[in-house]
C-alpha cells in the first residue's frame, strides 16, 4: 500500500485492500473530527469550554471519543453483514437529532442548576437557580453518554464506513476494523481541538472564580440552546424526511464541506450564535458577581 493510492474523497475506486480500507478509514476519521459536524464539535466544544483548561479540554475530547469509537465499530460489524441499511435513512438521522438534542439540553439544564441531576441509574432534583448560585461542574461520563448516542448519526463519513470500507473486509472477524480505526482518527483531531477549546476557555482575562463560572455557564446555556435546536429539527424531519436533501453545494472536495446541508445550518445559524450570546451574557454576570465580592 503506498499513501498516493488514498482517495478520501471516493476511496471506492481505489479497488480497496485490506491496509488501504483500514488507512483510509483512519484519515477519514482526523479529517471527521476536524471538519464542522453537528454530531462532533457542538458537543466536544460545549464540554471542553466547561473544562476551563487546556487538560480538561483534552480529556472531553477523549471521553467523548472513546464511546463514539465503540460505536462506530459496532455499526462497522453489523455494516459488514449488510444489517445498517436503516442506519443511512433519513427519519433514522432526525431520529437521532432529536436523542442528542435531549442528552444536550439535560446535560445544559444539569450544569445551569435547573430540572433534574442525570445519574445513570437515578435522579434527584435540583434546586432553582439563583443570581449567586454558581453552575454545576458536570459529571465525567456525560461526554461518554453523549459520544456514544452520537455516533448514530449519519452522514457521508459513515455512508463510506459502512458501504464501502466495512464490506472490503476479508472476513466477519475484520469487520469492525474499519470503524474502529475511523473512530480512532476522529479521537485524535477531537483530543487536540477539545485541548484548544479548553485552552482558549484558560486564556480569558478573568480571575479563576470567575472563569470557572463563565466555562460552566457558557457551556450549560449553549448545550440547552442547542438541545432545543437539535430537538425541533429532527421533529422537523422526522416528520418531513425531505429535509434531509436540503443542501447547497460548496465546490470543496471535502465531506462535511461539500455541501451545506441542515446539519452545517444548525451548527452555524443556531448554535454559533447561541455560543457567543451565552459567553457575553456569562462574563457580563460573571464581572458582576465577582467584581462586588473583592
Do not use: C
Not at 442528542?100 to 435547573?114: D, H, N, Q, T, W
Not at 443570581?131 to 456525560?142: K, S
Not at 483530543?191 to 455557564?217: C, I, N, P, T
Not at 422537523?236 to 429535509?243: A, E, Q
Amino acid at each position: 500500500m503506498a499513501i498516493g493510492d488514498l482517495n478520501l474523497w471516493d476511496p471506492g475506486l481505489a479497488g480497496l485492500s485490506i491496509g488501504l480500507a483500514l488507512a483510509t478509514a483512519f484519515f477519514l476519521g482526523m479529517v471527521h473530527g476536524v471538519t464542522p459536524d453537528e454530531h462532533t464539535w457542538p458537543i466536544t466544544f460545549n464540554y471542553a469550554i466547561g473544562s476551563y483548561s487546556i487538560r480538561g479540554g483534552l480529556r472531553a475530547g477523549l471521553l467523548f471519543s472513546l464511546t463514539f469509537t465503540l460505536q462506530r465499530a459496532i455499526a462497522s460489524e453489523l455494516a459488514y453483514f449488510a444489517m445498517t441499511s436503516f442506519l443511512v435513512g433519513a427519519r433514522w438521522s432526525f431520529a437521532v437529532y432529536v436523542v442528542v438534542g435531549v442528552v444536550m439540553a439535560g446535560s445544559g439544564l444539569f450544569i445551569l442548576r435547573k430540572g433534574r441531576i442525570p445519574h445513570i441509574f437515578h435522579s434527584h432534583a435540583l434546586e432553582h437557580e439563583t443570581a449567586d448560585q454558581e453552575p454545576a461542574a458536570l459529571p465525567t461520563y456525560m461526554p461518554l453518554v453523549h459520544g456514544f448516542v452520537a455516533g448514530w448519526g449519519t452522514g457521508a463519513f459513515a455512508i463510506i464506513v459502512y458501504t464501502v470500507l466495512a464490506p472490503a473486509m476479508p472476513s466477519p472477524y475484520f469487520g469492525f476494523l474499519p470503524g474502529l480505526l475511523f473512530g480512532l482518527g476522529t479521537m485524535l483531531t477531537q483530543m487536540l481541538l477539545g485541548a484548544l477549546f479548553g485552552g482558549w476557555m484558560a486564556r480569558r482575562k478573568l480571575d479563576e472564580r470567575a472563569r470557572v463560572y463563565v466555562a460552566r455557564k457558557m457551556a450549560g446555556r449553549t448545550l440547552s440552546g442547542g438541545g432545543v435546536a437539535f430537538v425541533l429539527v429532527g421533529i422537523l424531519g422526522l416528520v418531513d424526511p425531505g429535509l434531509a436533501s436540503v443542501s447547497v453545494a460548496t465546490g470543496l472536495h471535502v465531506h462535511n464541506l461539500a455541501h451545506v446541508g441542515i446539519g452545517l445550518i444548525v451548527l452555524v445559524l443556531v448554535l454559533v450564535p447561541v455560543a457567543g450570546y451565552a459567553f457575553w451574557k456569562s462574563v457580563r454576570e460573571a464581572r458582576g458577581l465577582f467584581s462586588a465580592t473583592r
